[in-house]
Every structure is written in structure tokens, then in C-alpha cells.
């Protein structure tokens, strides 16, 4: 994974503070010798701990999270307030970023929920698209999509 982010000359690197997230960042930020920085709002949806299900019930489950951004399926954070939270915490990490490249170490349904709000595409697709680890590539401010790497598909 660093070695892919290395090719956009990254010069900041934030990440969820969930363990998961976190300690990607730590690795990928130890090989790009940066420093890392914990952002409260980059978390995935506020959930309880998931019960075992098949990945086919998962996906169900989470194809509700897209297509009713009002409800809360899992916990008490419905998609709109994901998105939200999450939306407020990336923008006040951009407003800190002149011209570089930041490297956001996040989740795939908030980062799938986030690239659909801005580019056309089916954020549910996106999200079945995504491996661990994968990383999405967009322009600020535009936010087009350049490329989706470990895509799954």
C-alpha cells in the first residue's frame, strides 16, 4: 500500500482513530517516513460490535445503509449522519492542506458513502468493490475520481 501512495508524493497522512485504521496508518506512515495524525470524525458508522453473519448478509444489511440514508441500520448513526460527520472532519483537514496530497486512512462504507455524494457513481458498487487494503484516489477540490487501487473486482 505505501508503495502505491508513494507514486502521489503524499506529505500529510490522517487517519480514524479506530485501532484497525490507525495501526494501518502507523505502518504505511512509517514507510513513507511521515508522521500520522489521529482525526476525530473519520470513523466508520457509530455501531455496536457486528454479530458473525455471511458476507452475503452483510451485504444486505449494508445495502440498506445506501439506499436509506435516514435509517439506522446498525446502531444510532443512519448513512446522512455518517456522511456528515464525516464530510465535516475530511473538509477541516483540507482547509489545513495547501496543494498537497493528503493521504486519508478511513473506512469503506464512509469513504464509499463520501465518493457517492460526490461523483456519479453507485456507492454501493464502490463499496463491494473495496479490498483491505484499497485506497480511493480523488482531485480536490472536485473530488473526481482518478482511481480505485486493490479494487476487488
Request: charge should be negative; hydrophobic fraction near 50%; aromatic fraction near 8%.
Amino acid at each position: 500500500m505505501a508503495d502505491r501512495l508513494r507514486a502521489f508524493s503524499p506529505l500529510r497522512l490522517v487517519a480514524s482513530p479506530e485501532p484497525k485504521a490507525f495501526k494501518t496508518g502507523q505502518v504505511v506512515a512509517a514507510e513513507l517516513e511521515l508522521p500520522i495524525t489521529s482525526v476525530d470524525g473519520l470513523e466508520e458508522f457509530d455501531r455496536p460490535v457486528l454479530p458473525m453473519m455471511s458476507k452475503a448478509e452483510y451485504e444486505r444489511v449494508n445495502a440498506v445503509i445506501f439506499a436509506d440514508f435516514d435509517r439506522q441500520v446498525l446502531g444510532v448513526e443512519s448513512a446522512r449522519g455518517a456522511l456528515g460527520r464525516f464530510s465535516a472532519a475530511l473538509g477541516g483537514q483540507l482547509a489545513q492542506t495547501d496543494e498537497q496530497t493528503l493521504v486519508v486512512i478511513t473506512h469503506g462504507t464512509v469513504i464509499s458513502l463520501f465518493a457517492g455524494a460526490h461523483i456519479e457513481l453507485d456507492a454501493l458498487g464502490l463499496w463491494k468493490r473495496l479490498s483491505c487494503p484499497s485506497f480511493v484516489v480523488m482531485k480536490v477540490p472536485s473530488f473526481a475520481l482518478v482511481e480505485v487501487i486493490g479494487d476487488a473486482a
